[in-house]
Structures are given as structure tokens and as C-alpha cells.
Nanobody, 111 residues
Framework: QVQLVESGGGLVQPGGSLRLSCASS????????LAWYRQAPGKQRELVAT???????TYAASVKGRFTISRDNTKNTVYLQMNSLKPEDTAVYYC?????WGAGTLVTVSS
């Protein structure tokens, strides 16, 4: 069983930045690909970014150039740096490792 705990969400003004963190209890964290998803109110969960065990990254078109996913295998933690935030980025953000999910952290972008 792997536990994932997200943190770093909150209220931010448009154009602002936040950094999300997701700490994993998994014993083979460094071998796994990781992902961030988000789910906005009334919408389906969507993939935001991924990072492989070899540190290759992919991004949804809607966040490319604004968001950066990274990982620290010494801390069993994956990050999502979010810059130039827009109201449409408002959502609950979830991290994923294999079939495991965190409980999510709410990001609200509003003036």
C-alpha cells in the first residue's frame, strides 16, 4: 500500500504562482513514473503532467510553458510548480503513483 499526500494548494490571484508537493510512502518511488491530474468542478479529471523514472516530462497543452513537474527521489516527493495561473486552473489537484492516488489539494485562482 502506498500513501500519497498532496500539499501546497490555496487561493492565489490570476498571474500568481503556487508549488504543489506530493509525498509518497512507496518503497520503489524512484522506479515509478508519477503524474499530476486535476479535476475542476463539474468536469472530468484530466492529466496535467507526468515525469518518468528517467526524469522525462510531458504536459497538457493547456499548461505547457507555465507548469513544471519535478521529482526528488531522496525525499520521495513529486512537485508541480505552477506559474502564470489562470482562473481556469482552478481545480482539485491529485498526484498519482502507479494505481495509487492522493486525496487532492484545492487550487483556487481568483481575484
Amino acid at each position: 500500500q502506498v500513501q500519497l499526500v498532496e500539499s501546497g494548494g490555496g487561493l492565489v490571484q490570476p498571474g500568481g504562482s503556487l508549488r504543489l508537493s506530493c509525498a509518497s510512502s512507496g518503497s520503489i518511488f524512484s522506479l515509478n513514473a508519477l503524474a499530476w491530474y486535476r479535476q475542476a468542478p463539474g468536469k472530468q479529471r484530466e492529466l496535467v503532467a507526468t515525469i518518468s523514472s528517467g526524469f522525462s516530462t510531458t504536459y497538457a497543452a493547456s499548461v505547457k510553458g507555465r507548469f513544471t513537474i519535478s521529482r526528488d527521489n531522496t525525499k520521495n516527493t513529486v512537485y508541480l510548480q505552477m506559474n502564470s495561473l489562470k482562473p481556469e486552473d482552478t481545480a482539485v489537484y491529485y498526484c498519482q503513483e502507479r494505481t495509487y492516488w492522493g486525496a487532492g489539494t484545492l487550487v483556487t485562482v481568483s481575484s
